[in-house]
């Protein structure tokens, strides 16, 4: 038997809920694999912030580098400034263990609905591979005179040529082995972001024009992409982008594939230990209702096991969400419009497993 330790945190709002079932499902994937995962639980997220002040230690990072794997719920507590959790505790792990790909794949599930007429899911399903690790997330940059009419404020888009292309190369590699269409996109800003993006886009054509020659290369101004995305997603295989600019373009996605109820994303250190989230946030208006969509973490446990090279309890997990959308029991993906509540759905998908 497989075995493999998970660390799991569920996090601030609805977290727990979907966390919940996507351990759910997965369990009962592993259990036909002959794959057992041990959890261990860690409660960072907004509520220990309050009562201890702590976001996510040193000792905390070292202990999750010696996992396999992390499974994380959402963080964002009303309560608390914005910036802070997010920064203390998402971005931190990111940096941290240098989870430098967000990986993000846009998939319209059959049956689901898609705010895009006539476009199905032939048409949508591609892959965004995000940088994760740098650009203006680093917070280099700073204010001076605030409050006065003087006031000067920065904040720096940083990318070393290191860091580009690490992350080019993970995308023509991951392009190459998913075999589809064979087009690695860069999205960028070249025709303003003349150092940036002149950087990427050298990355991009040198890197694919020396080791990916089969790789057909493409470039879009950023702004275009949105545009593309919504008209016509089916140019779209995999797109390749810096961390601001796919933060962006992977809410769209997310839009696109049916909503933040499906959206799910790999944060991955393809040498180290990464980390699997549902893409939206921790809805904490819907926290405890069972209500919330836990398929996007469900989802997120798909990427889990893909990067565990556990394919085939990955490929049960992605039939079984196939087949529960096709039963149309689901009524429609958004938080409270399911027909059926949060834990209904785990177990719809844990039993057509
Ligand atoms: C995401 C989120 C985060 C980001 C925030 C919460 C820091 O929007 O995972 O896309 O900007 O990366
Ligand atoms: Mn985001």
Redesign the pocket.
């Known amino acids: 038997m497989k075995q493999y330790n998970i660390a799991v945190i569920p996090g601030d709002g609805t977290g727990a809920e979907v966390v919940r079932e996507g351990v759910k499902v997965l369990n009962a994937a592993c259990a036909k694999f002959d794959v057992k995962l041990n959890y261990q639980t860690y409660d960072f997220g907004g509520e220990r912030y309050m009562r201890t002040g702590e976001l996510l230690p040193q000792s905390a990072i070292d202990e999750l580098r010696k996992f396999d794997a992390i499974f994380l719920g959402a963080?964002?507590h009303p309560d608390v400034k914005p910036g802070i959790l997010?920064k203390g505790i998402?971005?931190t792990m990111r940096f941290e263990l240098d989870q430098y790909i967000n990986l993000r794949p846009v998939k319209l599930y059959p049956n689901v609905y898609t705010p895009i007429k006539d476009k199905g899911p032939a048409e949508i399903d591609f892959v965004i591979v995000r940088e994760n690790t740098s650009s203006i997330y680093t917070g280099l940059g700073g204010t001076v005179a605030k409050g006065t009419p003087d006031e000067v404020t920065t904040q720096v888009m940083l990318y070393t040529r290191k860091q580009v292309e690490r992350c080019v190369r993970y995308a023509y590699e991951f392009t190459k082995k998913r075999n589809k269409r064979n087009t690695l996109t860069l999205a960028h800003k070249t025709n303003v972001l003349t150092d940036c993006g002149d950087l990427w886009f050298r990355v991009h054509e040198e890197v694919g024009a020396k080791d990916y020659p089969t790789i057909k290369r493409e470039y879009n101004n950023v702004d275009a992409v949105t545009m593309w995305m919504v008209k016509n997603p089916e140019w779209f295989d995999v797109i390749v982008t810096e961390n601001m600019f796919g933060?962006i373009i992977?809410d769209l996605g997310a839009m696109i594939q049916g909503g933040m109820g499906i959206a799910a994303?790999g944060n991955i250190n393809p040498e180290g230990v990464s980390m699997f989230e549902p893409?939206g946030?921790s809805a904490p208006k819907y926290t405890g209702q069972n209500v919330i969509n836990p398929l996007a973490s469900i989802c997120s446990g798909i990427m889990m096991m893909e990067t565990l090279k556990e394919d085939a309890v990955a490929n049960a997990i992605d039939s079984a969400v196939t087949k529960a959308l096709e039963s149309g029991k689901i009524k429609s993906l958004a938080a409270g419009k399911m027909g059926m509540g949060t834990s209904e759905i785990g177990d719809l998908v844990a039993s057509l497993i």
Request: aromatic letters at 0%.
């Open positions: 963080i964002g997010e998402l971005l933060d992977t994303g893409i946030g």
